[in-house]
């Protein structure tokens, strides 16, 4: 199984970045998929989930309305739209996956990809 995300970088404040994770050697529309970060110093945090089906979503508090994760299935590709980007958004992204049927937690993790927002 890989994950593989893309799209970081570095944004201004205020700004826009789309993430991309895409999918191989799993079935994919059996997979609850999530994006977690983890910033310099912290915790790793769940920021989205998007259940395998792509009927609900469930967001972290700290980018409630400015984060917006969706699917396609059919390109086994997961994603998340970051809008109103803040300088505390500064981490390392990670996809991740759980097949519905598991009691883990998390089943498999992307490799991470940096998004830094600064001026």
């Known amino acids: 199984v890989q994950l593989v995300e893309s799209g970081g970088g570095l944004v201004q404040p205020g700004g826009s970045l789309k993430l991309s994770c895409g999918a191989s050697g799993l079935t994919f529309r059996n997979y609850h998929m999530m994006w977690y970060r983890r910033a310099l110093g912290k915790e790793r945090e769940l920021v989205a989930l998007?259940?395998?089906?792509?009927?609900?979503?469930n967001y972290a508090d700290s980018i409630k309305g400015r984060f917006t994760i969706s699917r396609d299935n059919a390109e086994n590709t997961v994603y998340l739209q970051m809008d109103n980007l803040k300088p505390e958004d500064t981490a390392v992204y990670y996809c991740a996956a759980r097949s519905v049927w598991s009691s883990e937690t998390v089943d498999y993790w992307g490799q991470g990809t940096q998004v830094t927002v600064s001026s």
């Open positions: 998007i259940i395998s089906s792509g009927g609900m979503t």
